[in-house]
């Protein structure tokens, strides 16, 4: 089986760009409290997953289903053209 690289994304520090990311970077730094004090996508995705599942599950099973749809639109393309 082959070894899925982790997403080079995950490890970008989040900005305090606007007021939404102020309080989910001082929200999720004050809980998982990272040595360096740079908070990144994946505590992000952490946190998010345990504190509001209910927010971020709905996100991820809409990125699966486009995801996937995307695969099964490939192959019948791949199918029409080699009919």
């Known amino acids: 089986?082959?070894?899925v690289?982790?997403?080079?994304?995950?490890?970008?520090?989040?900005?305090?760009s606007n007021p939404l990311r102020t309080m989910v970077?001082?929200?999720?730094?004050?809980k998982l409290q990272p040595e360096?004090?740079?908070v990144t996508v994946e505590m992000?995705?952490?946190v998010f997953s345990t504190d509001f599942p209910e927010f971020l599950l709905p996100v991820a099973e809409e990125n699966y289903i486009r995801g996937y749809t995307q695969a099964l639109d490939d192959v019948e393309a791949t199918v029409d053209l080699k009919e």
């Open 1 to 3: 089986m082959k070894k």
């Open 5 to 16: 690289e982790k997403n080079p994304d995950l490890m970008i520090p989040v900005s305090k």
């Open 25 to 30: 970077v001082e929200y999720v730094g004050e």
């Open 36 to 38: 360096n004090g740079e």
């Open 44 to 46: 992000v995705v952490d």
